[in-house]
């Protein structure tokens, strides 16, 4: 068992190195071992691309051909078994003649879910399901979430001085009120990239002149959604459209919550990271809309007069440090996948 964690733990760093650019796909590692020696790697790195198995079987040298039927596939996700954009892998699988396959966790996805391993143990090849299954889980879970609930899983983060304020006093002061440092900045942007999409209130759009880009890290922009609970004026709604936001609004005779929940079924993201003020990540923990969060919480104080983070009842782990700023997560009981 520990050989096949050995592998398969480095399956699933495989499939990190796509972080922030597979959506809507899964996270996929996979890599092809003979006797202990890895013969092949590879991993999914967009939509619409090969997937990782593809990526491992195109990776083989001509003299380890032969070696297939002794061979063993580890892969972080059960190997698709349905044409989309690229073919089935366990029919590339099967064709290649590898002997075993070690798959992490079984592919939720009712196109895939548990054909695919079946088509594989039927042409009787050996597989071998479950090794590092929670770690696949908590790798993959805001594909997980989206197809569970038919909408993106939900991050909250917010970042807050050491008075719990998220922001100061605006008379006499253009624009927000910094809290953290660069670092922090840096993991913002990079939690905006794993998350996929971006959604805001429109108050702090309008206060803030929010881009919500991922300019500090490398990557693809993200699409953006804007929150409002009342309509934009003309000249709001004509800035939106020019910089690319999608506004979410209720309908008539819908509740703030109602149109919430189905502007995120509608959406079609598989994760969403919510930045908006402390109303509108209220509205989200009052309505059930949260699956992950996250808050900045730096040691400086702002001016006082500003407004305050939600308060919520949640245990807080501290998960980094830069200067005086502490990233902290929160313990979520929808966490434990």
């Known amino acids: 068992m520990q050989r096949e964690e050995y592998f398969m733990r480095r399956a699933l760093d495989l499939a990190a190195q796509g972080s922030g650019f597979t959506q809507p796909n899964p996270l996929v590692g996979a890599l092809i071992v003979h006797n202990d020696r890895i013969l092949a790697e590879g991993y999914h790195h967009r939509a619409g691309e090969a997937h990782a ?3 491992a079987l195109n990776q083989l040298q001509a003299e380890d051909l032969s070696l297939l039927p002794e061979s063993t596939l580890y892969v972080s996700l059960e190997p698709c078994s349905h044409q989309g954009r690229t073919g089935p892998c366990s029919l590339a699988i099967l064709n290649s003649g590898i002997g075993t396959i070690v798959v992490a966790h079984q592919d939720p996805n009712p196109l895939v879910s548990g054909r695919g391993l079946a088509m594989l143990r039927d042409a009787g090849r050996k597989v071998i399901l479950g090794t590092l299954a929670k770690e696949a889980a908590v790798q993959n879970r805001r594909f997980f979430t989206s197809i569970a609930l038919g909408r993106p899983h939900t991050t909250l983060k917010w970042a807050q001085d050491a008075l719990g304020q998220v922001d100061g006093p605006r008379q006499n002061h253009p624009g927000p009120w910094p809290i953290t440092g660069r670092e922090a900045q840096v993991w913002t942007h990079r939690l905006r990239q794993e998350c996929g999409s971006l959604l805001v209130g ?10 919500g880009g991922v300019r500090a890290v490398a990557g693809p922009e993200i699409p953006r959604y804007l929150w409002a609970e009342r309509p934009l004026n003309a000249i709001d709604q004509e800035r939106a459209n020019r910089e ?4 979410w609004s209720p309908r008539e005779g819908e509740t703030s919550g109602e149109a919430l929940g189905r502007s995120l079924r509608e959406c079609g993201q598989v994760g969403l990271l919510v930045e908006g003020g402390p109303r509108t990540l209220q509205l989200f923990m009052d309505h059930g809309f949260c699956d992950e969060a996250y808050r900045l919480v730096s040691r400086k104080a702002l001016p006082e007069g500003g407004g305050f983070a939600p308060t919520t009842s949640w245990d807080w782990e501290p998960r980094a440090k830069w200067g005086s700023d502490e990233l902290q997560q929160a313990r979520l009981p ?4």
């Open 334 to 337: 929808k966490l434990a996948l």
């Open 202 to 211: 429109a108050g702090t759009w309008l206060a803030d002149a929010t881009r």
């Open 244 to 247: 690319g936001w999608t506004l």
């Open 53 to 55: 198995e593809i990526m």
